[in-house]
């Protein structure tokens, strides 16, 4: 007969077979180490860096950029390729934190939310989210700011527009450039604030929902 029943296998401590591994930020940011990641050491069929590829690390972007101001948002890299001990990164999400988000919702205003799907030059396809609030006119006696529903048609098709046209412009670490100082958000506000002012438009949210092939 085979072994005893019920014989406990020796708990090793799993620790003791991971390596740590350095993660590389895309050139676009200002801190390229940005952090470690844990990883089983290869053994057998099981490759360490091949499950490295594909992890997304959370990062804030104030972190990234040594810059407090920017704490409000938040960044998501991917994991692409292993090179010895570092692992290089692309960008992965981008979305603004939750208190940031909570912060801007207030009543007495309307809320207005766009997206869409850009393909940049270099062949990802991102879907960008942008939100907007109506803002009150100086010396305004009402005391709420509601748009009608036909003024808020015509800024969601502008902000959309606006997106296409930055975001479809140019490559993909080139729209990350333009997410860190939110040059989007200001070029929406400037020119959808002839319809009804608005005032705190945020790109709130890019997703990657297509990339090439890594090379």
């Given at each position: 007969?085979?072994?005893?029943?019920?014989?406990?296998?020796?708990?090793?401590?799993?620790?003791?077979?991971?390596?740590?591994?350095?993660?590389?930020?895309?050139?676009?940011?200002?801190?390229?180490?940005?952090?470690?990641?844990?990883?089983?050491?290869?053994?057998?069929?099981?490759?360490?860096?091949?499950?490295?590829?594909?992890?997304?690390?959370?990062?804030?972007?104030?972190?990234?950029?040594?810059?407090?101001?920017?704490?409000?948002?938040?960044?998501?890299?991917?994991i692409?390729?292993?090179?010895?001990?570092?692992?290089?990164?692309?960008?992965?999400?981008?979305?603004?934190?939750?208190?940031?988000?909570?912060s801007?919702?207030?009543?007495?205003?309307?809320?207005?939310?766009?997206?869409?799907?850009?393909?940049?030059?270099?062949?990802?396809?991102v879907?960008?989210?942008?939100?907007?609030?109506?803002?009150?006119?100086?010396?305004?006696?009402?005391?709420?700011?509601?748009?009608?529903?036909?003024?808020?048609?015509?800024?969601?098709?502008?902000?959309?527009?606006?997106?296409?046209?930055?975001?479809?412009?140019?490559?993909?670490?080139?729209?990350?450039?333009?997410?860190?100082?939110?040059?989007?958000?200001?070029?929406?506000?400037?020119?959808?604030?002839?319809?009804?002012?608005i005032?705190?438009?945020?790109?709130?949210?890019?997703?990657?929902i297509?990339?090439?092939?890594?090379?």
């Amino acid at each position: 007969k085979g072994g005893k029943k019920g014989v406990k296998k020796k708990a090793g401590d799993p620790f003791l077979k991971k390596e740590w591994y350095d993660i590389k930020a895309p050139s676009v940011f200002g801190t390229r180490q940005c952090g470690k990641t844990l990883v089983t050491r290869t053994s057998g069929t099981k490759i360490a860096t091949d499950q490295l590829k594909g992890r997304v690390l959370e990062m804030n972007l104030a972190d990234l950029n040594k810059d407090e101001d920017q704490s409000s948002k938040k960044v998501k890299l991917c994991i692409e390729e292993v090179q010895g001990r570092n692992c290089l990164t692309d960008f992965h999400a981008f979305s603004l934190t939750r208190d940031k988000e909570a912060s801007l919702i207030k009543k007495k205003q309307s809320l207005i939310e766009a997206h869409v799907d850009v393909k940049t030059t270099d062949g990802y396809v991102v879907r960008l989210f942008a939100i907007a609030f109506t803002n009150r006119v100086e010396g305004q006696v009402r005391s709420n700011c509601y748009a009608q529903s036909a003024q808020i048609r015509k800024i969601r098709m502008k902000m959309v527009d606006i997106m296409s046209k930055e975001a479809g412009a140019g490559q993909l670490r080139e729209l990350v450039k333009k997410l860190i100082p939110e040059s989007i958000g200001k070029e929406m506000q400037k020119q959808c604030s002839s319809i009804y002012p608005i005032k705190d438009v945020h790109i709130r949210k890019v997703k990657l929902i297509k990339k090439p092939k890594f090379d």
